[in-house]
Nanobody, 116 residues
Framework: VQLQASGGGLVQAGGSLRLSCSAS????????IAWYRQTPGSLRDFVAS???????NLKDSVKGRFTISRDNAKNTVYLQMNSLKPEDTAVYSC???????????WGQGTLVTVSS
């Protein structure tokens, strides 16, 4: 499966962005799609995930602000990010695989910059 992430940009603190992760190709081994983020000098950090059945998992610091959803007809997973904070600034990447932590494919990152 190939993943294409998009939707990043520059936004002021308190603003919103919606990231998209579009999947193409064979998806028979894909049950989970997740978003991770990374800042320079740091390890990639889990943000959110969603399974094919719709079960979601969110990092504690984004609960109440971020929502992950999927449109199976469009093979796309969305990360709606509201009330953005400067500390949310990072490169966000999506990944897909049979389960969380076992990813077969990564998309390229999309940069989110939140100004104070």
């Amino acid at each position: 499966v190939q993943l294409q992430a998009s939707g990043g940009g520059l936004v002021q603190a308190g603003g919103s962005l919606r990231l998209s992760c579009s999947a193409s190709g064979s998806s028979s081994d894909i049950n989970t799609i997740a978003w991770y983020r990374q800042t320079p000098g740091s390890l990639r950090d889990f943000v959110a995930s969603i399974t094919s059945s719709g079960h979601t998992n969110l990092k504690d610091s984004v609960k109440g602000r971020f929502t992950i959803s999927r449109d199976n007809a469009k093979n796309t997973v969305y990360l709606q990010m509201n009330s953005l904070k400067p500390e949310d600034t990072a490169v966000y990447s999506c990944a897909a695989g049979p389960w969380l932590g076992n990813f077969l494919s990564w998309g390229q990152g999309t940069l989110v910059t939140v100004s104070s």
